[in-house]
């Protein structure tokens, strides 16, 4: 069998080489129309700001490597520009302009996505760059170094998505002030708007500049321009999204849908029994709601590729869905999600419950333990995780990866209670993180707690018919609250209560929600009607930091 593979990173090169495991005498063509495969596309940022130093550590296989260890005719610079599926046939341009057709038996496309790039005056200059491959990062290296002796360099990042905020980081690494525009009210769409806000905080804390809910209207020599007015820019990063490299597809007749994701069954077959494709350029199954999507991961692509070539050479496998698991670095911090998101789970029509933990990540007593903020998602009939969030420092990747795990295999979120993770103090605690929000998603499902939310607060009457409790202590309470709530400290409450009737439901907080839910707790018991705020005084006030608006200092210019 003669087999064709159009993209040679990701997806393509998977393809390949499983292919050749499974077949020695196959033939192979893998053609690419760049100079580079195998590249490692998630470390780009990190080379332009001098984490990653060689640039040949970018490339994980060559074309003379990857020939020599599989076998594989690996033609660089050729480019596909047809498919003629009638033929068995592609037509291939090669770098100096000579076309010539390439018949095959069976067809691969990994062509991937490219970034999106706005139809607005002045995004296609020469200060204004994208990042997909390697030639995008060493033109983006080579401004940055040539701003190196300026000072008050200025970057702007026009979207905070993951490719977004590592660029960011990375710009600010390389010395550059840095201001990210999102047209959205959070950085990082997967997740919500309560975890996105500690994120906020900690890019500000740092030096980055956020203007959130700002919408980009063009460029213009030095400035990004928005309604608002100019940001000074001596350098442009475009990271707005990426829209699936499907031309190739379209034109000789395949399906794609409305976003152009090439349409793919289980095996990554099209609907042409001799063309499969892979990778960001096709629509996968969303893994917890069955239903399309488009999620460009690197992950899901090097499996597909796999699961291509199994399917190509007789081995019945299946590509089960893709729920989204991924994880950012932001400085020090790690951002990791999987699954839907709050918003993305109730535009579904999902009834869900949410949960709000915040734990160290190993044992509290043992040096350089950090907090860690957890937020799961359940169904709330079942139990069934529908998607989780972390945001923290240590330990916020193992705790998604169990979280990720537990998803793929069905958990509901009162099993989590029963996992049996590994413990020691400078790794982890006896009641894991995880654990941990079994124990509340357990006590939610069957009404040991009742909560509420930091999206409630506001609205709580203040008319004396509700009680408004905040059990931490004094010299807390003293350092910040919440307008209403009283201070009944949670370790002399059992001598506060005459100061509570019973006849009127109390709403109850401390620092995280531990405290609270064990005075929630102890007034059950007294016969009071109780809620929790899930999440705690800490993630209400750290949600009200984030949405005051910094000062940007000198950036609007009229």
């Known amino acids: 069998m003669k087999l064709v593979i159009i993209g040679g990173v990701a997806g393509g090169a998977s393809a390949a080489a499983r292919a050749r495991r499974l077949d020695e005498k196959a033939e192979i063509l893998l053609l690419e129309r760049g100079a580079f495969i195998s590249f490692a596309n998630c470390g780009l940022p990190y080379y332009v700001g001098g984490v990653i130093t060689d640039e040949d550590d970018l490339t994980l296989q060559t074309p003379e490597s990857f020939r020599a260890r599989f076998n594989v005719d690996v033609r660089v610079n050729s480019e596909v520009t047809k498919i003629d599926r009638a033929a068995h046939a592609v037509t291939v341009r090669e770098a100096g302009g000579r076309t010539y057709a390439e018949t095959y038996d069976k067809l691969l496309i990994a062509t991937g996505a490219a970034p999106l790039v706005p139809n607005l005056p002045g995004l296609d200059g020469g200060s204004v760059y994208t990042l997909r491959n390697i030639p995008d990062t060493l033109r983006i290296k080579a401004a940055v170094d040539a701003l190196q002796g300026k000072a008050g360099a200025k970057a702007v990042v026009v979207g905070g998505g993951y490719i977004g905020v590592e660029m960011a980081e990375n710009l600010a690494h390389a010395g550059l002030e840095v201001t990210i525009v999102e047209m959205a009210d959070h950085l990082i769409a997967p997740l919500d708007l309560d975890m996105a806000a500690d994120v906020h905080n900690y890019l500000r804390a740092k030096g980055i500049h956020l203007l959130l809910n700002t919408a980009v209207t063009g460029a213009e020599p030095g400035f990004v321009c928005t309604a608002e007015g100019k940001i000074p820019a001596d350098l442009v990063v475009l990271s707005i999204g990426v829209r699936p490299e499907s031309a190739l597809a379209k034109d000789c007749g395949l399906a794609c849908n409305a976003r152009g994701g090439i349409q793919v069954d289980d095996h990554m077959r099209t609907q042409d029994p001799d063309i499969y494709a892979v990778g960001d350029a096709v629509e996968v199954t969303d893994f917890v709601t069955g239903k399309p999507a488009m999620i460009p991961l690197a992950g899901p692509a090097n499996r597909e590729g796999r699961i291509a070539a199994d399917n190509l050479f007789g081995r019945d496998s299946a590509y089960t869905g893709?729920?989204?698991?991924?994880?950012?670095?932001?400085?020090d911090m790690a951002v990791a999600t999987t699954g839907l998101s709050e918003k993305a789970a109730r535009a579904q029509g999902y009834d869900c419950d949410k949960i709000f933990t915040y734990s160290a990540n190993h044992a509290s007593y043992y040096p350089g333990s950090t907090m860690l903020s957890l937020k799961?998602?359940?169904?709330?009939?079942?139990?069934?995780?529908?998607?989780?969030?972390?945001?923290?420092?240590?330990?916020?990747?193992?705790?998604?990866?169990?979280?990720?795990?537990?998803?793929?295999?069905?958990?509901k979120v009162q099993d989590l209670t029963r996992l049996e993770l590994c413990y020691a103090p400078p790794f982890g605690s006896a009641?894991?993180?995880?654990?941990?929000?079994?124990?509340?998603?357990?006590?939610?499902?069957?009404?040991?707690?009742?909560?509420?939310?930091?999206?409630?607060?506001?609205?709580?009457?203040?008319?004396?018919?509700?009680?408004?409790?905040?059990?931490?202590?004094?010299?807390?309470?003293?350092?910040?609250?919440?307008?209403?709530?009283?201070?009944?400290?949670?370790?002399?409450?059992?001598?506060?209560?005459?100061?509570?009737?019973?006849a009127k439901p109390v709403y109850v907080h401390c620092h995280s929600g531990l405290r609270s839910y064990i005075a929630c707790r102890l007034l059950t018991g007294e016969g009071f009607t109780c809620y929790n705020l899930a999440g705690g005084y800490r993630l209400w006030a750290a949600i009200q930091q984030a949405q005051t608006p910094a000062d940007h200092p000198c950036y609007f210019k009229n």
């Open 376 to 411: 799961v998602l359940f169904e709330r009939a079942t139990g069934r995780i529908l998607g989780a969030q972390a945001v923290g420092f240590d330990g916020v990747d193992k705790r998604m990866d169990v979280l990720a795990t537990a998803m793929r295999f069905g958990a």
């Open 431 to 502: 009641k894991d993180p995880v654990n941990m929000v079994g124990f509340v998603g357990e006590n939610l499902m069957n009404g040991t707690v009742r909560q509420f939310h930091w999206s409630d607060v506001a609205d709580l009457p203040r008319d004396g018919s509700v009680q408004l409790v905040d059990v931490r202590t004094p010299a807390e309470y003293a350092r910040g609250h919440i307008e209403g709530f009283v201070n009944l400290p949670l370790d002399g409450l059992r001598g506060l209560l005459d100061k509570l009737d019973p």
């Open 322 to 331: 893709t729920q989204g698991s991924s994880i950012l670095k932001v400085f």
